[in-house]
């Protein structure tokens, strides 16, 4: 029964009562685009921002005679991703055809795997903000072919509702695509939403660290589809569950997530039920909206795709697989943290900032980590903010900090004018040394410079003079303020206060 209750008639009840009431029961689903040169079953570029519809042929548009052959690649890639996710590979498993009808899917079908996935039974643990290690089962990992792109046009919301048309690119259609699929996430408790960002985040690292895919949750090669669904305390049975749709960020898994507990409570609290369907996340205002009801595995009509042969991968081939599998990114993130001596606080800090790889690239160019560390955690990550962009879409890169970090180490810089410097390298003014250069931001250190500073700024002051004269070394300091001001930043303090003490004696 449709009780027709949704978000729009009910005000979603407050997470404590929700967490009061009921557990909330998660699957996760997450798509990956995998970065081959070419698509699953043909020869087309999978190059991201190509002008529409330039990277397709007769298989991807699904033409009359066109036969898919598989990528290998792409199966080397899944059974990576299943070795490094705890998995079992399958010795012979098999594509099937999902049958459905969308614009977008060129063929009325999309090539994918359903009884027989590539990977399955395996796992990832995912360290929760405050360190608590929380094990996601996975359920399988299975190979598919992506969908086109539409483009809704004419509407306020870039959605299919309100839309005066829609526009179709194929390019994707075809693109490599592998599904990672959990079992029911429970246990959480109050700490769903956490569980279901740290996942999605761990499985991001982790692909990046496989080199299978770059994980743009911004371009859509990694989309997360966040089900949802409320129990009450003590009943063995799921409730019904909803699925909110391509959610492309980590903040928004969360956000997605904590939404969906409280409007589904509300629902309930309020005597509906929930519907099984899909729905829509509202980057504006964090809330969801229905999409469409949510099919099963019969509405699909999944049979054995006639034209392409079961995977059969050789028992030897998996065991070299795994030996090209990367030091793990956790295991690697525990080595560093020991190498640059930081506590767990500290290292957390570092990898909520996004800032590990850059740190570890500075300090490969020749930055001390420490130095690397601070750079990136706390002046770049305020510039990134200030930006609206990840710390690593900042237009400086880790040699550049390193090149900074030199001019400092050098003497050439102090951390003022170091600033100064990395603010014209983001504004794409060059190199570090050419910036300092260009701005004449060089520590001045020829003496006849300086001593000509400090004769001023002590004619200017013979109070502090007297100070100093006194015995009141501390009283220099004014003096050297007033050299720093007068030389703009750039005399070398170390220096100007000994020419002041000389100068005084």
Partial sequence: MDTGLDARAVDPLAYDDVIERVDPVLGMEVHVELHTETKMFCPCPTAFGAAPNTQVCAVCLGLPGALPVVNRKAVESAIRIGLALNCSIASWCQFARKNYFYPDQPKNYQISQYEEPIAFDGHLDVVLDDGEVFRVDIERAHMEEDTGKLTHVGGATGRIEGATHSLIDYNRAGVPLIEIVSKPIEGAGARAPEVARAYVSALRELLRALDVSDVRMDQGSLRCDANVSLRP?????????????????????????????RRQAAVLEAGGEINMETRHFQESDGTTSPGRKKETADD??????????????????????????????????????????????????????????????????????????????????????????????????????????????????????????????????????????????????????????????????????????????????????????????????????????????
Wanted: charged share 25%.
């Fill in 233 to 261: 305390h003590g009943q063995q049975e799921f409730g019904t569950r909803t699925e909110t749709k391509n959610v492309n960020s980590l903040k928004s898994v969360e956000v997605a997530v904590r939404y969906e507990m």
């Fill in 300 to 505: 699909y009509r999944y049979f054995p795709d006639p034209d392409l042969q079961p995977i059969e991968p050789a028992a030897e081939w998996i065991e070299q697989l795994r030996g090209t599998l990367p030091e793990l990114p956790w295991v690697r993130r525990a080595r560093i943290q020991q190498e640059w001596g930081v506590s767990d606080e500290v290292m957390r800090d570092i990898v909520n900032a996004g800032a590990v790889e850059l740190i570890t690239a500075t300090v490969d160019a020749g930055a001390s980590a420490e130095a690397a560390r601070s750079w990136w955690v706390s002046y770049l990550t305020q510039k990134a903010n200030t930006a609206g962009v990840a710390l690593d879409g900042l237009a400086i890169t880790p040699a550049q900090v390193a090149g900074v970090v030199a001019l400092v180490a050098d003497g050439k810089l102090n951390n003022k004018l170091a600033r100064e410097v990395v603010d014209g390298v983001l504004a794409g003014e060059g190199e570090p040394e050419a910036v300092m250069v260009a701005h004449g931001l060089e520590i001045v250190r020829d003496d006849s410079v300086l001593d000509k500073a400090v004769e001023e700024a002590l004619a200017a002051n013979p109070g502090i003079v007297d100070k100093i004269k006194g015995g009141k070394m501390q009283a220099a300091g004014a003096i050297v303020g007033a050299v720093m001001k007068a030389t703009k930043g750039q005399a070398d303090p170390a220096r100007v206060r000994e020419l002041i003490l000389e100068k005084c004696q």
